[in-house]
């Protein structure tokens, strides 16, 4: 690939990473708020509820915890065997699929009715949330996630101490200022998911079929056109 003309995919984009990281505050928030107190996001907070639970012997307590975790695991394994199989039909990448069916869970979701059980939302989210984490890996060659903040908040105090020892290099600077945008989108999110849940409950959920469209125009327009004659190459840390 020409560097000059096409250094990064348009997937690896930072601000499709910050849409990204936006979408997941909405999910963490969406869950929390109506759909049974948990974030569906990542899955330390199951592990730990996993492993007291079974340090109480609330055992079937602890099988609950297993369905969410086993939901993150399948979406691992997902968007880790599609993407070859997928690229090979020469089509659209599994990045643009990937966006395309979680419009479609998040259409599904906003159906469901209020009294539906939690538990689907939250499997569904998980399942989405792995398969986004997995597949979303650099922005522009910045290793991110696009799901949580723990690591963004460790980037921020990382790269603060190098930005001071260093001032006169900038690169430090815009390492820093990508993950502080990156949190900052993430708690952007969370704050309209809360205000929208209130307002129209389940319904809320929609509101991502914005940015998620958007997100769609642009992978379709670079797989289709754009970046056709880079299909073969493979977004930066995969």
Same mark, same amino acid.
């Given at each position: 690939?020409?560097?000059?003309?096409?250094?990064?995919?348009?997937?690896?984009?930072?601000?499709?990473?910050?849409?990204?990281?936006?979408?997941?505050?909405?999910?963490?928030?969406?869950?929390?708020?109506?759909?049974?107190?948990?974030?569906?996001?990542?899955?330390?907070?199951?592990?730990?509820?996993?492993?007291?639970?079974?340090?109480?012997?609330?055992?079937?307590?602890?099988?609950?915890?297993?369905?969410?975790?086993?939901?993150?695991?399948?979406?691992?394994?997902?968007?880790?065997?599609?993407?070859?199989?997928?690229?090979?039909?020469?089509?659209?990448? *599994?990045?643009? /699929?990937?966006?395309?069916?979680?419009? @479609?869970? #998040?259409?599904?979701?906003?159906? $469901?009715?209020?009294?539906? !059980?939690?538990?689907?939302?939250?499997?569904?989210?998980?399942?989405?949330?792995?398969?986004?984490?997995?597949?979303?890996?650099?922005?522009?060659?910045?290793?991110?996630?696009?799901?949580?903040?723990?690591?963004?908040?460790?980037?921020?105090?990382?790269?603060?101490?190098?930005?001071?020892?260093?001032?006169?290099?900038?690169?430090?600077?815009?390492?820093?200022?990508?993950?502080?945008?990156?949190?900052?989108?993430?708690?952007?999110?969370?704050?309209?998911?809360?205000?929208?849940?209130?307002?129209?409950?389940?319904?809320?959920? *929609?509101?991502? /079929?914005?940015?998620?469209?958007?997100? @769609?125009? #642009?992978?379709?327009?670079?797989? $289709?056109?754009?970046?056709? !004659?880079?299909?073969?190459?493979?977004?930066?840390?995969?």
């Amino acid at each position: 690939m020409d560097k000059d003309k096409q250094e990064y995919l348009a997937c690896e984009k930072r601000w499709v990473f910050a849409v990204l990281i936006f979408i997941a505050g909405f999910y963490g928030a969406f869950t929390y708020s109506i759909r049974g107190g948990v974030f569906c996001n990542a899955q330390t907070a199951n592990f730990v509820l996993f492993a007291m639970e079974i340090g109480k012997r609330n055992f079937s307590n602890a099988f609950y915890y297993l369905i969410p975790m086993t939901a993150y695991v399948l979406g691992a394994i997902f968007s880790e065997a599609l993407p070859s199989p997928i690229k090979k039909m020469r089509v659209v990448r *599994w990045d643009t /699929l990937l966006i395309a069916l979680e419009m @479609l869970a #998040v259409i599904f979701l906003g159906f $469901l009715p209020e009294h539906a !059980p939690f538990q689907i939302s939250q499997i569904i989210i998980n399942f989405i949330c792995s398969m986004q984490y997995n597949t979303f890996r650099q922005a522009q060659g910045i290793p991110s996630a696009t799901t949580f903040c723990t690591n963004h908040v460790r980037q921020v105090g990382v790269w603060m101490v190098k930005a001071v020892k260093n001032r006169k290099d900038t690169t430090y600077k815009k390492m820093l200022s990508h993950h502080i945008a990156m949190i900052f989108c993430f708690i952007g999110g969370g704050i309209i998911s809360t205000i929208l849940c209130v307002a129209f409950k389940g319904h809320a959920i *929609w509101f991502v /079929l914005i940015p998620l469209a958007v997100l @769609l125009f #642009v992978f379709l327009y670079a797989d $289709l056109k754009k970046e056709r !004659p880079y299909f073969e190459t493979k977004p930066h840390g995969h």
